[in-house]
């Protein structure tokens, strides 16, 4: 397989709700990593994200975000 790109543009109606969707994001993009590497993986949403790690993710885009007051 060659390299490639993918980029992702997002409105967000809520821009404080960012990190939420920032999380979501890469937990999904981590499912379709392992897939792309070989790896059985299913797809991860609701509270199997919490379990995936979603909260740590939330928290550290809200931190890189400056939104960690909006959590």
């Known amino acids: 397989m060659e ?5 992702v543009l997002m409105r967000l109606a ?3 709700d960012a990190a939420m969707y920032a999380a979501g994001w890469q937990v999904c993009f981590g499912v379709l990593d392992a897939i792309l590497a070989g ?7 609701g509270q199997d994200a919490m379990a995936h790690g979603w ?3 939330r928290a550290q885009w809200a ?5 960690a007051d909006a959590a």
Do not use: K
């Not at 790896?39 to 949403?45: L, P, T």
């Not at 931190?63 to 939104?67: A, D, I, P, S």
């Open 63 to 67: 931190e890189r975000l400056g939104t």
């Open 3 to 7: 390299p490639g790109r993918l980029i």
């Open 14 to 16: 809520r821009p404080q």
């Open 55 to 57: 909260e740590e993710l």
């Open 39 to 45: 790896e059985g993986a299913e797809r991860i949403v």
